[in-house]
């Protein structure tokens, strides 16, 4: 038997979902970066749910139905307050509510396509009422109700904050969820696949996948980026901070990426929104050291910025706080996720590869007071 250290290359799965191809990323077949410069979120998960684009109709009547569906239970808001507030990470709390969420739903066991279609809904409609209310409760604040006249990325700002957005946020917003929808077999998108290949249920399904995006070698580097551009403070900072991590061999948090060699190809639609909104709020330093860290981590290392790296500048300015940059992730890959789980139940076979053992040779068993 032979070993594949951390799958890389391994093919596991076939899926219509998205794919890389020559570092180009598509969803089912339209490139990212027509998406992001022409999509709408809701758009995009009707079309990994859907295979395709929606017709203007049913658009309408998708983003409807996300809207009606978005309130979550008072037990879940009352759960949160219950939490050791302080010491809990939004992503801990989004985990804990996503699995809470089953419990309140008669339908969470039901198997047929319809059901699963329909808990699907409710979780993507769910998730951003989740993480805002969980924001606000920890605050000493009540959590804002989700309002019907507003598109998914405009009613996140508007929970968060409890004021409609600008429009500029909005569109910066839903610009950042586009790039972050979905991104073939990633780490959380395959524990998901594993899960409820199992045939247990897409909130088991969902609970897992938060697990896994919560690791900072995955969706949590968004969040240590900012804790590093925090550190490093000012752009005259940049050269000696990241010398010593370099010289220290320490790993350079929004860098370097499994799939891809030659950049990732979300990145530069980060960077660019970054400039466009540092600009905005006089913040540029933010910016300008970012482009200090890529210049020298990339000409010393090789290594170019992945989707985490620009997006804590992006969400920095726009005022979110940065333990809730994971969680927003998860608000938008929840699409890439919930597309994936419909699918493994489309075709489903148990996910369970093998391991090489390594460990010692036949023991014989010693009784213990013997040892
Ligand atoms: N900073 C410094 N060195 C790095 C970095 C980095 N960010 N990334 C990789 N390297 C180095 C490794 O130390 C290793 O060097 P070595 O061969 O001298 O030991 C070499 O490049 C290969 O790296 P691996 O860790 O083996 O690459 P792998 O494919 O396993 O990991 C990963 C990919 C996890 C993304 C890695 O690049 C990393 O840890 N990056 C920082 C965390 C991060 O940004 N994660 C987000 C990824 S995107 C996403 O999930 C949304």
Not at 66 to 95: F, G, T, W
Request: net charge negative.
């Amino acid at each position: 038997m032979s070993t594949t250290r951390g799958l890389e290359g391994i093919v596991a799965t076939t899926s219509s979902v998205s794919s890389i191809i020559e570092s180009v990323l598509t969803y089912q077949g339209y490139d990212i970066d027509d998406l992001a410069d022409n999509a709408s979120f809701e758009e995009v998960i009707y079309l990994l749910w859907n295979g395709r684009l929606p017709k203007e109709q049913e658009l309408r009547s998708f983003t409807q139905e996300l809207a009606d569906h978005a309130e979550i239970p008072q037990a879940i808001i009352d759960q949160m307050k219950s939490y050791p507030i302080n010491e809990v990470h939004p992503m801990a709390a989004l985990r804990t509510a996503i699995s809470s969420l089953a419990l309140f739903d008669e339908n969470a066991d039901v198997m047929e396509e319809e059901a699963n279609r329909l808990k699907a809904l409710k979780i993507q409609a769910q998730i951003p009422t989740i993480v805002t209310a969980f924001s606000r409760v920890r605050e000493g604040q009540e959590p804002v109700a989700p309002r019907k006249d507003l598109g998914f990325a405009a009613n996140f700002l508007y929970m968060l904050n409890g004021k409609e957005p600008d429009e500029v946020s909005v569109n910066a917003f839903n610009k950042a969820l586009v790039l972050h929808a979905d991104h073939e077999l990633n780490a959380s998108t395959f524990t998901a696949r594993v899960c409820v290949a199992t045939l247990s249920d897409v909130y088991s399904g969902i609970t897992a996948a938060i697990g896994a995006l919560k690791g900072p070698l995955h969706g949590g580097a968004n969040e240590a980026v900012m804790s590093m551009l925090t550190e490093i403070e000012e752009v005259e900072n940049v050269e000696p901070y990241i010398r010593k991590a370099l010289d220290n061999k320490e790993k350079i948090m929004g860098f370097g990426h499994r799939v891809y060699k030659n950049g990732d190809p979300r990145a530069k639609h980060l960077r660019e929104m970054s400039k466009r909104l540092t600009d905005i709020t006089g913040e540029s330093k933010w910016y300008e050291m970012s482009l200090k860290v890529e210049d020298m981590v990339t000409g010393e290392k090789g290594l170019l910025p992945n989707v985490d790296f620009y997006s804590a500048s992006v969400y920095h300015s726009l005022g979110i706080k940065h333990d809730l940059f994971t969680p927003i992730f998860a608000v938008s890959r929840a699409s890439g996720w919930l597309a994936h789980i419909l699918e493994q139940y489309s075709d489903n076979r148990l996910i369970r590869p093998r391991a090489e053992y390594v460990g010692p040779g036949k023991q014989t068993y010693v009784p213990i007071e013997q040892r």
